[in-house]
């Protein structure tokens, strides 16, 4: 049972305009959501995270928006650059649970 | 400072043959997890260690999986009598133990059953 949905395997978007990762998830136990990063070979690097207590986190180039009543997450990266190319993943989690529960990932490309 | 390692990166073996696969994690990260992501998948939680508290299993996929957590630092995961399902990335990653922390990756054993 997939909790944690990236509907979109694939997204390709050009250098310096706006990025605009999805991710639906369907446990409102949920509490706390992170997006990673990650290219080929190499384990997740984490990105940017958000409580269910905020809407919008923003680091750097990096926004992550939480719409809570439609459990909804999106990541929004302005503006892109080439080496942003990478699949990400979002993940979340119970309250008082550890487990990271993911979606399958979405692969970006930023065309030069 | 060092990021989690794991060992080795890359692992191939025949269909029931017993792997260990090893995992440091970060200095000072009092929690240690174990996923896997198989092919076009994502990440599945396997198991759990907070310091000497007793592990959570619960992800675990059958008995032929076990790890253990020596003096609260480097973890083993073993598979027992290896099938080809069990094909698949294996990835370790720490944390602080403290709530909503993110956790840090390493870059996992890509484990191949022939």
């Known amino acids: 049972d997939q909790q944690v949905k990236q509907n979109s395997p694939s997204l390709s978007v050009q250098e310096g305009r706006i990025s605009i990762l999805n991710c639906d998830y369907t446990?409102?136990?949920?509490?706390?959501f992170l997006w990673y990063k990650k290219y080929p070979a190499e384990g997740p690097t984490f990105l940017i995270s958000?409580?269910?207590?905020?809407d919008k986190n923003e680091d750097g180039r990096f926004t992550v928006f939480l719409n809570k009543s439609a459990k909804h997450l999106s990541l929004h990266i302005v503006p892109s650059q080439p080496g942003d190319s990478a699949v990400y993943f979002c993940a979340a989690k119970r309250n008082s649970g550890y487990a990271l529960n993911f979606g399958k990932g979405t692969s970006l490309l930023v065309t030069p | 400072g060092a990021g989690v390692s794991q060992s080795p990166s890359n692992k191939v073996t025949e269909k029931g043959k017993d792997v260990e696969l090893r995992c440091d994690p970060i200095s000072g990260h009092t929690a240690l997890y174990w996923y896997r992501q198989s092919l076009g998948q994502g990440l599945e939680f396997l198991i759990y260690?907070?310091?000497?508290?007793?592990?959570?299993k619960s992800g675990l996929p059958s008995d032929r999986f076990s790890a253990e957590r020596t003096g609260g630092s480097v973890s083993t995961l073993t598979i027992q009598r290896t099938q080809q399902e069990d094909s698949a990335v294996y990835l370790c990653?720490?944390?602080?133990?403290?709530?909503?922390?993110?956790?840090?990756f390493g870059d996992g054993t890509r484990l191949s059953i022939l």
């Open positions: 958000i409580s269910s207590i905020k």
């Open positions: 446990n409102s136990m949920f509490d706390y």
């Open positions: 990653a720490s944390s602080t133990g403290f709530s909503n922390q993110p956790q840090h």
């Open positions: 260690f907070q310091g000497n508290s007793a592990p959570d």
